[in-house]
Nanobody, 115 residues
Framework: QVQLVESGGGLVQPGGSLGLSCTVSGTIFNVYTVGWYRQAPGKQRELVATITSSGSRNYANSVKGRFTISRDNANTAVYLQINIMKPDATAVYYC?????????WGKGTLVTVSS
């Protein structure tokens, strides 16, 4: 059974930093493009960042320069470092693992940016 488990969400003040982690189990991690998506209250889920099996990164324009995605194939994990947080970053952040054959999602972790 494939499982994606996110951790690291919480309450952060504007301008602060936060690191999210996602561990993937039950499948061959190395073949997947993995990434982070988010869904803010009342809005649709949107792409935050992805990283391919070869390490190519893609970011939403709104997060470029402030968010950094990385992966650890040995530990089957993907990370998201969020810096200079803004209130509009408040959302549930979801981990995703995608291949041409499969598309898996975690249950999400809530990030709230507020003073």
């Amino acid at each position: 059974q494939v499982q994606l488990v996110e951790s690291g969400g919480g309450l952060v003040q504007p301008g602060g930093s936060l690191g999210l982690s996602c561990t993937v189990s039950g499948t061959i991690f190395n073949v997947y493009t993995v990434g982070w998506y988010r869904q803010a209250p009342g809005k649709q889920r949107e792409l935050v960042a992805t990283i391919t099996s070869s390490g190519s990164r893609n970011y939403a324009n709104s997060v470029k320069g402030r968010f950094t995605i990385s992966r650890d194939n040995a530990n089957t994990a993907v990370y998201l470092q969020i810096n200079i947080m803004k209130p509009d970053a408040t959302a549930v952040y979801y981990c995703n693992a995608y291949s041409t054959a499969n598309d898996y999602w975690g249950k999400g972790t809530l990030v709230t940016v507020s003073s």
